[in-house]
């Protein structure tokens, strides 16, 4: 691997971060706040080091695996430069602000800060708009870049092979990346609009627009959605969350006028997912909290789609729920939404992939001398696929119980620790007991937040970009 | 009929004592001896097994056997039906979960009868393991096709017969040498044959309420602990060790499990010493005993490890998922597949990095095939699976959160005892009987690695 071009383009994005930064820059002017300033050294800051870095370094074609070490970097590294308004507004220590601004960046949602009302509304639009930034990087890594490296089974979504070949990377990231930030940008301003109509003011509703479609969840108040309690609100955002958990070729291929959803397994799959855990978790909440039913079922609808999401938005605190329903949460935390969406965790593209292995073994049994192949959307998938899903989902799942581990370690209790890691993994955002939807991660000690930075990283990233950097081969030339 | 004839064991047992449930003894003989031989005669013509018959025999078998080694608790009074069953798939299955709340008072015959119901449950585990399922391609267990003279093609019975006299061998011999040092260390013959037959068929069915912390004596604890280590370890590698040939350090599978559970031993034994207990030794044996009482799936207990620390308590849940290795009487997910899935996500990550290297996955000399690898993976997925939905069936009946998850991993791998309300101080007796059967069901598909239950369940397989 050769750290020219990586840190070359490491530069051209450090640039884009500070451009961005002008937006809250204004969002402070408008509002005559003192914090402005910070935002006017910020930018001085990460134009300087991005241009520096960008002169230091010469441009070269970059080769795949090139390619996604710009991925790792860019996450590891552009938070450092995105925490530092927060840091410098005061407050809050350096490791929390990087918390604070991983969680954004990854489209977490996971928050160290107790009262966001207090805070100055530029940094709070900052704090959001990290959560945009992250989760437009975040559907061109997972539609371009990911297929092209085969990460995790990924080369599925290739289209016919006309995904990047073996050396050029970056014609092909610009040009779907254009189509993408099109449609990115349109749902954003189709939700900022909604959110108007239904009594947001413009602040806000930007605000929370950036949080649901980057399926990030930070709010701009402490009970997040559940301060409005209104059902206008929640079903805006309902459907914004649902949109940006789904993927976003087959949301490009509707917008031209072809609608193609139902005949998208996953799609399919992940709907019938969500209306089951609805009912069931409105059922469990009716019956064992005494709820009425329509209540129940107002709950549970924006509960469920935010977490299965994993944007994890709240109207109500779920972490009150009975045990029946945070099992459901938890599950849904792990499996997270489609692929190619904004969405975290395993995704139900691959769980759907794991299922139809497992049924095959057990057909193989029965029949032993049969050839079986597996289909999804009337494709034949290929044996390597499949292998890297089932490898990926082992490694979700050692990575998630030592994570669990160090967290316990710490002394923290079974459900907080497991929650904790369960949500920052598939980037959902809150958690359940101590972490929970009401609650934040500021009194965790530096050690697990640095767990939990790394677990929000490595659930970004699909693990094995990430893991491929603590292999020494990967650093040769 | 051979679960007729193992009665009669605890029979001699009530006569010694001198029991009044001597005569449900006999009744429950007599009726399994009866529908064995009606069944007999149905299928008198006696064909030759094919190798997916023998698998449905053995799924259904355990099932079968549940129902008629479940009269002498029902016949005698101590349990309801259904509790019965449960504490008899228990036994079959070497899980050792129980209802009972107060052994102690129980007859001396039905406590023989429930620790005898794991040693013979033990036995049938072990032919599953060497020469059904390498057989079949259960699992990835194909992988010890070529070790052992498993049988190839279509009939069963011979082949079945030569190794499983000679596993049967090993087993009684350690049986026999176990309860002479049980003896020794001070126990009761009674109780050292109980004992005996729990530790070696890795099931947890304990004669006292306190199971092994009521003897508090280091010596018994030693004792059962190297013996459930042996239990939890490949029998082949005991048979070659009886042949005189120690392969045991030849066989990663081995060195895997013993370093796993070292280090379990002494990050649970440090947690163990800054909370529980002041002094270091003591922290070690407590450590150690319950570390591989787990691992092996036993679940014997010999300190309420429920009080400890939650670190220590998250261990402990993660062995019951990993458990012994390939060929014992162990249940779990098993090391070999557990090892054999890391190198295999090392290789991911290493070609990920060189897309055109070619990496064969070796464990000891053997390269792993694909199709091994396929098998383990399809095995975890439904493992996990299985794992996920009985956990949100049980939660969906109130029961909170570790007690639902602990009670799945405990019966699915095999082990006893979970957390919370099935701690090892308490039982499974006030779970409602919905629980109960979702609880045995898991013993029994854990037992039989998933796939040889679910096959059961899928309509190709009843097509002639």
Same mark, same amino acid.
Do not use: R
């Given at each position: 691997m050769r750290l020219n071009p990586v840190l070359h383009i490491l530069g051209q994005l450090l640039q884009v971060v500070s451009i961005s930064m002008i937006l809250p820059l204004l969002c402070g002017i408008y509002y005559h706040e003192n914090e402005s300033y910070i935002f006017l050294l910020c930018i001085l800051i990460t134009l300087i080091a991005g241009t520096s870095l960008k002169l230091l370094f010469k441009e070269e074609n970059i080769r795949l695996i090139e390619g996604f070490s710009v991925v790792s970097f860019c996450w590891i590294i552009i938070p450092i430069f995105g925490s530092l308004p927060l840091y410098l507004s005061g407050n809050i220590s350096f490791i929390d602000a990087y918390f604070e601004t991983i969680s954004g960046f990854t489209t977490t949602g996971a928050s160290v800060i107790s009262n966001v009302e207090i805070l100055p509304k530029c940094i709070l639009f900052w704090r959001s708009f990290t959560i945009w930034l992250g989760g437009i990087g975040i559907v061109v890594l997972a539609l371009v870049i990911l297929p092209a490296l085969s990460v995790g089974g990924r080369q599925i979504f290739l289209p016919e092979q006309s995904?990047?070949?073996?050396?050029?990377?970056?014609p092909q990231v610009r040009e779907v990346g254009k189509i993408i930030y099109g449609v990115y940008i349109f749902f954003t301003c189709a939700q900022i609009f909604l959110l108007v109509l239904s009594g947001m003011n413009l602040f806000d509703a930007s605000c929370h627009s950036f949080g649901a479609l980057g399926t990030g969840g930070f709010s701009t108040k402490n009970t997040s959605i559940g301060f409005y309690n209104s059902l206008k609100i929640e079903s805006v955002i309902i459907l914004f969350m649902f949109l940006g958990a789904t993927s976003f070729s087959l949301h490009y291929t509707a917008l031209r006028g072809k609608i193609t959803y139902l005949k998208d397994s996953e799609f399919v799959l992940y709907l019938s997912i969500l209306a089951f855990s609805i009912l069931l978790v409105t059922l469990d909440i009716s019956y064992?909290?005494?709820?009425n039913l329509s209540v129940a079922f107002r709950h549970a609808i924006f509960n469920v789609v935010s977490i299965s999401s994993t944007t994890g938005y709240a109207t109500t605190d779920f972490n009150l729920w009975p045990d029946f329903s945070k099992l459901i949460l938890i599950i849904l935390m792990l499996i997270g939404g489609c692929a190619g969406g904004t969405a975290g965790a395993i995704k139900v593209v691959r769980i759907l992939l794991l299922v139809k292995v497992s049924l095959r073994e057990l057909y193989k049994i029965i029949h032993p001398n049969a050839i079986f192949q597996i289909k999804l959307n009337g494709k034949i998938i290929p044996e390597d696929i499949l292998q890297g899903v089932g490898g990926f989902y082992f490694l979700y799942m050692i990575t998630f119980g030592l994570c669990s581990l160090i967290m316990l370690a710490f002394g923290n209790d079974l459900l907080t620790s497991i929650s904790s890691v369960a949500t920052t993994l598939g980037g959902v955002g809150p958690g359940l007991s101590l972490v929970g939807p009401m609650a934040t991660y500021g009194f965790l000690p530096s050690i697990p937040k640095l767990v939990l930075c790394f677990c929000m990283l490595a659930g970004r990233l699909e693990l094995i970009t990430l893991f491929a950097l603590f292999i020494p081969s990967y650093w040769k030339e | 009929m051979m679960i007729g004839i193992s009665m009669i064991f605890p029979l001699i047992w009530a006569f010694y004592y001198r029991e009044k449930e001597i005569i449900v003894f006999i009744i429950s003989i007599i009726a399994t001896f009866l529908s064995g031989f009606v069944l007999s005669e149905i299928k008198s013509q006696d064909e030759g097994l094919r190798l997916i018959e023998g698998l449905g025999v053995v799924s259904l078998g355990w099932a079968a056997f549940s129902a008629f080694g479940a009269l002498p608790f029902f016949l005698s009074g101590t349990l309801g039906y259904l509790d019965a069953y449960f504490e008899t798939m228990s036994g079959f299955t070497t899980t050792g979960a129980t209802v009972i709340q107060n052994i102690d008072i129980l007859p001396k015959s039905i406590i023989f009868w429930r620790a005898m119901t794991q040693w013979i449950g033990g036995m049938g585990i072990i032919v599953l393991a060497v020469a059904i399922l390498p057989a079949l391609s259960i699992g990835g267990m194909q992988l010890f096709n070529a070790e052992s003279p498993g049988p190839k093609i279509d009939k069963l019975k011979p082949q079945v017969r030569d190794t499983a006299k000679i596993l049967y061998g090993v087993y009684l011999i350690f049986t026999a040498v176990e309860i002479i040092l049980l003896i020794i260390g001070g126990m009761g013959f009674f109780d050292a044959s109980c004992y005996t037959f729990s530790t070696l068929a890795t099931g947890g069915f304990s004669t006292k309420n306190l199971s092994v912390a009521y003897y508090n004596n280091p010596f018994i604890e030693g004792v059962i602990i190297l013996f459930m280590y042996v239990s939890g370890a490949n029998f082949m590698l005991h048979y070659a060790a009886l042949k005189g040939k120690i392969e045991y350090f030849k066989n990663k599978e081995f060195l895997f499990y013993s370093a796993i559970i070292t280090s379990s031993i002494i990050i649970i034994a440090a947690d163990l010493r800054y909370s529980v207990y002041t002094n270091i030794i003591d922290a070690i044996r407590y450590s150690s005993f319950q570390v591989v009482s787990i691992i092996t799936t036993t679940g014997f207990v010999s300190s309420n490890f429920d009080a400890y620390p939650a670190l220590s308590r998250m261990i402990l849940l993660l062995l019951m998922f990993i458990g012994g290795c390939a060929c014992s009487t162990g249940g779990g997910i098993k090391n070999i597949r557990i090892l054999i899935l890391l190198k295999y996500f090392y290789r991911e990550i290493y070609q990920f990095i060189h897309p055109n290297a070619i990496l064969a996955i070796k464990v000891g000399e053997d390269t792993i095939s694909d199709d091994v690898i396929k098998g383990i993976m399809g095995f975890f997925i439904g493992y996990i699976s299985i794992f996920i939905i009985a956990t949100v069936l049980v939660t969906s009946y109130g029961i909170d959160l570790i007690t639902s998850i602990s009670s799945v991993a405990t019966t699915l791998g095999n082990v006893g005892p979970g957390m919370g309300?099935?701690?090892?101080?308490?039982? $499974?007796? $006030?779970?409602p009987n919905f629980v109960k059967i979702v609880l045995t069901f898991c013993m029994w598909a854990g037992r039989l690695e998933i796939f040889s239950v679910m096959i059961l369940f899928m309509p190709d397989f009843w097509k002639e």
């Open positions: 995904g990047p070949k073996l050396d050029k990377l970056k064992q909290l005494h709820e | 309300l099935v701690g090892p101080m308490y039982t $499974f007796s $006030f779970l």
